[in-house]
């Protein structure tokens, strides 16, 4: 047995090997894997490994990172696509997580983070009438979790 984090219906985040700043996240249960908002997205193939570049905001850096995956993504729409899927460092209520991410164009989408039930299953209960239950400044100690 053990114990669940209460988290909000959004909550403050990190993803410190992408962003220096924390940002808003949208706990989505009907999804199942998190999706980062994304544009300009390449993937660059080499001899060594294949990457992705991608830009986290208009007109922003590139930013790039080994390719770990593709993921099959039906959207509320119905349709299917196949996304890139990166893996980071996710900062949650004082803890830290290795999580793949999906990248997507979400400049249409009110959030540009979502965290999907794959991910919240792992020792989270969402409450629906709250949000930003945890601080988005980074707490120390961290504590690494293991999915």
């Known amino acids: 047995m053990y114990e669940l984090a209460m988290i909000g219906w959004?909550?403050?985040?990190g993803i410190p090997e992408l962003e220096d700043e924390p940002l808003l996240a949208k706990m989505d249960t009907g999804a199942w894997s998190n999706t980062l908002h994304a544009s300009d997205i390449e993937v660059v193939e080499s001899d060594i490994e294949t990457r992705v570049r991608f830009r986290l905001s208009k007109d922003g850096d590139w930013v790039e990172r080994p390719l770990a995956d593709w993921r099959r993504v039906r959207d509320t729409g119905g349709h299917?696509?196949?996304?890139?899927?990166?893996r980071t460092t996710l900062e949650i209520a004082g803890m830290d997580y290795d999580i793949e991410l999906c990248l997507k164009d979400r400049s249409?989408?009110?959030?540009?983070?979502?965290?999907?039930?794959?991910?919240?299953?792992?020792?989270?209960?969402?409450?629906?009438?709250?949000?930003?239950?945890?601080?988005s400044a980074r707490s120390l100690p961290r504590i690494v979790m293991q999915l």
Do not use: A, N
């Open 108 to 135: 249409l989408m009110r959030h540009r983070f979502i965290l999907g039930r794959k991910f919240l299953r792992h020792g989270f209960c969402v409450h629906p009438g709250r949000q930003c239950i945890h601080s």
């Open 80 to 86: 299917d696509t196949m996304r890139p899927v990166i």
């Open 10 to 13: 959004r909550e403050w985040v």
